[in-house]
């Protein structure tokens, strides 16, 4: 198929193209390279994409570029772009009703009238609230503006869905990490402080938990949604393992051979108390299920982190 990849530069959107190219498919990769972290590490992430046979960069902004001819003959669009974490979408609502509403405006317009064979939009189980436990039929109520800007995207597509007959799938992820993560991501900043010996902080009590899902387990979802039904379909992506944040520093700390000092401070607005995917309905509808425990994923983000400070 030909693919194209909004957010390409980012830290799913890189590791997806790479494993689209390799299953053979024709890839188109749209990224902006906005100021949300430095352009040097989304290029970093696009080292590999950029040696690769049938992998296309195209910079563009989807606020602003014409669409239609970057879509034109593309049988799916995976929509990876967005304005992401919680703490900055109280203070700067509006980068984030352009990037993660408008600009899908933009993009869901653009794949009708290109005749787009089928969208898959990346959303997250923020958009849940506090306590994202249940199935893809549980009471939606973002406790954060990141998470409100979502949950307006799904309905927008929706609408569009419903009223044009556009092949469309939602992936609502849980907690990504892995190599490549975002400088601003929890795992990434403890491994960096606990690298240079430097106390962490924890929002809260540390017995927050997540049904984190490694890189490779979101992009193999994302894969097979695109054999999926294309119907409108939700899907919870998660991690099959429940981990408390103090529970992954130990985790992370036994990988760096340290003992972590930690700085206690109260938890922050918006933030989740605890995420346990259901992932019932993509195992049944996509035959898909994760793979990557925890421990063996946050070893291979320690050893990503090390390698970082190893080359400068």
Not at 70 to 84: Q, R, Y
Not at 114 to 129: C, F, M, P, R
Not at 149 to 163: G, V
Request: aromatic share 8%; proline share 4%.
């Amino acid at each position: 198929m030909r693919v194209v990849v909004t957010g390409a530069a980012g830290f799913i959107g890189s590791h997806l193209c790479e494993a689209l190219v390799g299953a053979g498919h024709d890839v188109v990769g749209i990224d902006c390279f906005t100021d949300y972290y430095a352009r040097e590490a989304k290029e970093a992430n696009l080292q590999t994409s950029l040696t690769l046979e049938g992998f296309t960069l195209v910079e563009a902004d989807l606020r602003s570029a014409s669409l239609e001819p970057l879509l034109e003959g593309a049988d799916a669009v995976i929509n990876e772009a967005a304005t992401p974490g919680l703490v900055l979408s109280w203070d700067d609502f509006e980068r984030y009703q352009s990037t993660n509403l408008s600009a899908v405006k933009r993009l869901v317009d653009a794949c009708i009238a290109v005749g787009v064979g089928h969208l898959v939009q990346a959303s997250t189980s923020s958009v849940y609230g506090a306590q994202a436990t249940g199935d893809e039929d549980s009471t939606c109520l973002p406790v954060s503006p990141y998470g409100v800007t979502k949950l307006a995207a799904e309905h927008l597509l929706r609408a569009h869905s419903e009223t044009f007959g556009l092949p469309l799938t939602i992936l609502r992820y849980f907690s990504i990490y892995g190599p490549r993560q975002r400088p601003d991501m929890a795992y990434r900043i403890f491994c960096e402080k606990l690298l240079k010996d430097e106390p962490i902080t924890i929002y809260g009590d540390g017995r927050q938990s997540r049904s984190n899902t490694y890189v490779t387990d979101c992009v193999a979802a994302t894969i097979a949604a695109l054999d999926g039904p294309a119907d409108g379909s939700v899907f919870n992506i998660g991690g099959g393992q429940e981990i408390e944040l103090l529970e992954a520093v130990e985790v992370i700390s036994q990988n760096l051979g340290v003992e972590p000092v930690i700085d206690f401070k109260d938890a922050r607005r918006g933030d989740q108390r605890r995420t346990a995917a259901d992932i019932t309905r993509a195992q049944t509808v996509l035959g898909w299920n994760p793979v990557v425990e925890p421990k063996d994923g946050l070893a291979n983000q320690v050893a990503w982190v090390r390698g970082l400070g190893d080359a400068s």
